[in-house]
């Protein structure tokens, strides 16, 4: 009896997870489409957006960050200063910092050393600090970790000209630095992440932010409080942009797909921030959470592999099998290569199942923990993705 139960369960895992790639297709065609007429809709207009504010937050001297940071003086856009903010007068990022804003002396930056943070999460305390010395209305947030092409600052500042439109995210691609957990971090982000991306937007539109950019304007930001009122959540990124649709906003998101930079990682440092992205969606998303699960392929295809023989049915197992690893190596073809134009995505595509069946295990392992580890802070997880933060010198900051 068990075994005919474990095959159901296969079949239905089977059914599920090819429902969700039909609807992450349908998801990229549309977002494709929708950029298409982002871009044509705001050609006129390009060259007379108002001045913009970036904010970058920084901690330590990360791989590619010259490259990263460099990227954000090379913009196509009329006028823009970049601030940006470390904990430390010592962190080592400062110095790459100052030795590309001398060779941009035309780009006006600001660097502000803000001490220990008082609030639980360290980098919206940045943020916070940041907006508050922003000489313009339109703030674009976004981490030292990201790469973006000429045009990024003009696509993500349009749509807020329109007084409608509180704030305005970007999907994502994962650009590996080197070795091979950084690029089954890199494949997650590509396809995984951004395949549920693209069915919150088919489904219900983008009702949340991205941590890699986030742009507002001053007035979307007020309303909700600030910066401060969402200084207690791990998912700080999530929170603003929820908070912004609360308001009575709406949120864009972007057709500009940005690069996502994966450090070279240890299997631990990789599995930490694996667990922690899925505890913060754990917390702040606790109803729909469990119900990732049913998104999953291969799982469900090692399952039915091992109890199709017990039944008398081995090639049935072995269809189901070769049917879950199709399945996830269209949806690295569809959702990595050809909506968010990962090239890593094309050649990769075969061994993309293996990163689902990662996907699976940190999905289960989410729920075995309220203890998550970012930069040199623990954090213990509360009711609704709050924080309590235990600071490298054994501070601890609550969540109020």
């Keep these: ?30 977002f494709r489409l929708n950029a298409r007429k982002e871009r044509k809709a705001f050609e006129k ?25 460099e990227s954000f003086f090379n913009q196509r856009y009329p006028k ?74 003009r696509d993500v500042s349009a ?10 995210t970007c999907i994502f691609r994962g650009k590996s630095a080197g070795g091979v957990w950084a690029a089954l971090d890199a494949m997650g982000q590509s396809v995984e992440f951004s395949a549920g991306v693209l069915i919150a937007n088919l489904l219900e539109g983008t009702k949340f932010g991205l941590g ?42 972007s057709g500009r797909v940005v690069d996502h930079v994966s450090q070279p990682r240890t299997f631990r440092q990789m599995w930490e921030r694996q667990l922690r992205w899925a505890m913060g969606t754990r917390y702040s998303r606790p109803k729909g959470h469990p119900g990732t699960v049913l998104t999953f392929a291969v799982p469900y295809g090692i399952l039915a592999l091992i109890t199709a023989p017990f039944l008398g049915h081995p090639l049935l197992g072995v269809g189901l099998f070769a049917a879950a690893w199709l399945n996830r190596m269209v949806e690295s ?5 050809w909506a968010v ?29 309220k203890r ?16 309590v933060a235990r600071r490298a010198d054994g501070a601890i900051i609550n969540p109020e």
Aim: proline share 6%.
């Design 1 to 30: 009896m068990i075994w005919y139960v474990l095959l159901a369960v296969a079949a239905v895992g089977i059914i599920t997870s090819t429902a969700f790639l039909l609807l992450a297709i349908v998801g990229a065609v549309q």
């Design 45 to 69: 207009i390009y060259a007379s957006l108002p001045p913009v504010s970036v904010l970058k937050p920084v901690h330590g001297n990360e791989a590619r960050l010259k490259e990263n940071l």
């Design 80 to 153: 823009y200063e970049i601030l940006f903010a470390a904990d430390e007068a010592d962190d080592a990022a400062l110095p790459v910092i100052r030795e590309i804003c001398a060779r941009y002396p035309h780009i006006p930056t600001r660097i502000l050393v803000t001490g220990a943070p008082p609030w639980p999460n360290a980098q919206n305390y940045c943020f916070h600090r940041m907006a508050e010395v922003a000489a313009h209305d339109i703030l674009v947030t976004s981490d030292s970790d990201v790469e973006v092409d000429a045009d990024y600052l």
């Design 159 to 168: 749509p807020l000209l329109d007084p409608g439109v509180g704030a305005v």
């Design 212 to 253: 890699p950019t986030i742009a507002v304007r001053k007035d979307s930001l007020a309303r909700i409080g600030g910066f401060a009122a969402i200084r207690q959540y791990l998912s700080n990124d999530f929170a603003l942009g929820n908070a912004i649709h609360m308001a009575g906003y709406k949120i864009v998101l």
């Design 333 to 337: 073809l569809v959702i990595g290569w």
């Design 341 to 369: 134009g990962d090239r890593r995505a094309l050649p990769t595509a075969p061994i993309y199942p293996v990163r689902d069946l990662l996907g699976f295990i940190v999905w289960c392992a989410s729920y075995l923990s």
């Design 372 to 387: 998550s580890l970012w930069r040199d802070n623990k954090y213990v997880l509360l009711k609704g993705g709050k924080l």
